[in-house]
């Protein structure tokens, strides 16, 4: 296997500092096995309620799950409001750091005045409790406001990334039926203003039920102004008064409606709901990274526009009072070294970030995180795509100084909170792997009839009981959340769309999508183990690999790569070594037809390389929808670098 013969089967035990005052110890499994509905009503003990819930689960019409049914609470008295009257009111709730170097320093006194006054603001708007509201912002604390402004009036936020097109908020203003958005005049991106409410105008234009654009002014760029409809923040929030009463909501009143895009071209709106969605997201925040509030400085580097900013920037972090930083940039802006100098400068402790980003660092070589102090970190975590085994190591030694565990969460938008993943205080960390089921949570290997796996063999992720962040269906589509996600194996299994094979450890390695999973002459192969195995070796820093129909095999291996900066040679010889690499790593079975060495790879903003893209490439068809780039024109040139396809 590419992952042992990379690490030398290596695994890193809980250092002695984690271990010892870890929040959570070894028996946590032993806890939630025992009584799994017990064990998650004490940790939503960690919320406050102003209601208790009669029944922890209401599973009585799979698979609509209702999770706490009964009670009450408000979501941002909980991020926010409680800790104020706790006597935490000075406690930082965010640094944030504007791309150009300008910063905010955000306490939770000054966050909840913030919160009640945009709740003041929406309000006065004429938004109700259930009214669906769009958030299109760049990384400014007016997003995370918002967010919290929304929740407290029961309002339904709809974040959409402030890199997708008009296009793509216009479908999901519609689908959504927002009601008004929240959006700047633009933001900063790699060192210059950027607009963003041209957009916004022409998806408006085309949404009739959006009565209203509140405009937060980020750049000071011009901006088109339509009379009656927009508003500028600063006139309609800063007036308002700085207290609000909240109101209590149901535990499963809906809090917000997050797309993502399936393997169709509609986006799914996944709905999350109040009480469940923030206990998980509350209490995986607390013990994946073992955070302590009263010391910790914590770093989700990520978009609140993906699930992981809202539930790791947003709710979980300020359910449990951290201190988090938050950065508006790009990593590279004005030089390689940015997110290094931010932790140094604010002593983070704890970063959480993508695979996809840590092969870009180690492009770029370990001197320039070692120009800087980074002494200050003890955890770190890794979301989004798989972490192969050479990512992790650098990761491990070049920004963790070999003494930080990496914590490697595999969860989706659907999920809510992290759900497969190791405890810092607590696993013996499989570098590549992400390992076993969060306490609470029951997760399987299964083959295509549904009978377990655990020898090593490929088959497909299940979870097998409902957990509380679980999404509770497509936004106006309950017909479609069953078909894709409750139905291949019945109402009570949970289909997550994942490639996956449990080893003789119990360790679960997640081989990307099962659409990625290839079929090469009858031999399932996934094209995250051959990615894998291709970034092991030194000349390659970052590599796509896709199945392209071929007429003898099925499909043929196609890989993608981005080589290193060394600038080594990257003919024919080079395209010979990697295959025979990936040959002796995997098998000859495994050995890329074709290797295109290219500059760039498309992703989403989340870091997902978009392999359907690449397989219209490899296969010679016309570009598929692009709108969930990030950057639509890396599509042009891959296609003006390629050979003609044989
Ligand atoms: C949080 C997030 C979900 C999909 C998921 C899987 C992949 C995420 C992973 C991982 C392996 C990890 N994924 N984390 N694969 N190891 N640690 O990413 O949500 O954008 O909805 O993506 O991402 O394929 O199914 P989302």
Redesign the pocket.
């Known amino acids: 296997m590419s992952e042992t013969t990379e690490t030398g089967g290596r695994t890193f035990s809980p250092p002695e500092a984690i271990a010892a005052r870890a929040n959570v110890g070894p028996e946590i499994y032993e806890e939630a096995a025992a009584d799994r509905l017990a064990f998650w009503a004490k940790q939503a003990r960690r919320l406050t309620w102003t209601q208790d819930w009669d029944e922890v689960l209401d599973w009585s019409n799979p698979p609509f799950a209702k999770w706490f049914v009964g009670g009450k609470l408000n979501v941002a008295y909980n991020c926010v409001d409680r800790h104020v009257e706790d006597g935490h009111g000075d406690q930082v709730a965010y640094h944030w750091e504007g791309e150009p170097g300008d910063t905010r320093t955000i306490t939770y006194a000054q966050l909840q005045d913030e919160v009640c006054k945009a709740a003041n603001a929406l309000l006065e708007l004429g938004v109700n409790a259930g009214d669906r509201v769009a958030i299109y912002l760049p990384m400014i604390p007016e997003a995370v406001i918002s967010m919290l402004a929304c929740a407290r009036i029961g309002a339904v936020h709809m974040v959409v990334f402030g890199g997708f097109s008009a296009d793509a908020l216009a479908s999901r203003l519609d689908d959504s039926g927002a009601v008004l958005v929240i959006t700047s005049d633009g933001g900063y991106r790699r060192g210059a203003p950027s607009a963003l409410k041209p957009a916004v105008d022409d998806a408006v234009s085309r949404s009739p039920g959006v009565r209203n654009v509140v405009v937060v002014k980020r750049t000071g760029q011009d901006v088109e102004w339509t009379e009656g409809r927009d508003l500028w923040w600063d006139d309609v929030v800063e007036r308002q008064s700085p207290e609000h009463e909240p109101e209590s909501f149901d535990a499963e009143h809906p809090l917000y409606i997050m797309y993502?895009s399936g393997t169709t071209a509609k986006p799914k709106g996944i709905l999350h709901t109040t009480g469940g969605y923030l206990t998980q997201v509350s209490f995986t925040h607390w013990a994946s990274f073992d955070l302590k509030p009263d010391d910790d400085v914590f770093w989700t580097a990520a978009d609140v526009g993906?699930?992981?900013g809202h539930s790791y920037i947003v709710y979980g972090p300020l359910s449990n009072r951290a201190t988090s930083v938050m950065y508006e940039g790009t990593p590279e802006t004005p030089h390689r070294g940015r997110w290094w100098e931010i932790i140094q400068k604010y002593g983070v402790t704890i970063l959480y970030t993508a695979p996809t980003v840590i092969r870009t660092f180690m492009k770029w070589g370990e001197d320039v995180p070692k120009g800087f102090d980074l002494s200050t970190l003890r955890v770190l975590g890794?979301?989004?795509?798989?972490?192969n085994p050479e990512a992790w190591l650098w990761y491990h030694e070049h920004v963790g100084g070999g003494r930080c565990p990496i914590v490697?969460?595999?969860?989706?938008?659907?999920t809510g909170g992290h759900m497969i993943?190791p405890l810092p205080g607590v696993t013996s960390l499989v570098p590549g792997s992400?390992q076993v089921p969060f306490p609470g949570i029951s997760a399987k290997v299964v083959d295509d009839e549904g009978n377990e796996l655990s020898d090593d063999s490929t088959g497909l992720l299940v979870l097998t009981e409902p957990w509380p962040s679980m999404l509770r269906t497509i936004w106006g589509d309950d017909d479609r959340y069953v078909d894709t996600y409750w139905s291949r194996f019945g109402k009570n299994v949970y289909f997550?769309?994942?490639g996956a094979k449990k080893d003789a450890d119990g360790n679960i390695w997640?081989l990307?999508?099962v659409d990625d999973v290839m079929n090469v002459s009858g031999h399932r192969i996934s094209t995250t183990e051959v990615e894998s195995s291709l970034v092991g070796h030194p000349a390659v820093a970052e590599a796509a690999v896709v199945g392209a129909t071929d007429p003898t095999t099925g499909q043929g291996i196609v890989a993608f790569v981005i080589l290193r900066e060394s600038g080594v040679d990257s003919g024919d010889e080079l395209v010979q070594t990697l295959r025979n690499h990936v040959g002796k790593d995997i098998g000859p079975i495994a050995k890329p037809r074709q290797i295109m060495v290219v500059q760039e790879l498309p992703k989403t903003r989340?870091g997902?390389i978009m392999r359907r893209l690449l397989r219209d490439i490899a296969e010679n068809r016309e570009l598929g929808d692009v709108t969930t780039l990030t950057d639509s024109s890396v599509m042009n040139l891959i296609k003006d670098k390629l050979p003609a396809a044989p």
């Open positions: 993502t993906w699930v992981t890794s979301v989004g795509e798989p972490i490697d969460t595999w969860w989706q938008t659907e993943n992400a997550a769309g994942d997640l990307g999508r989340s997902k």
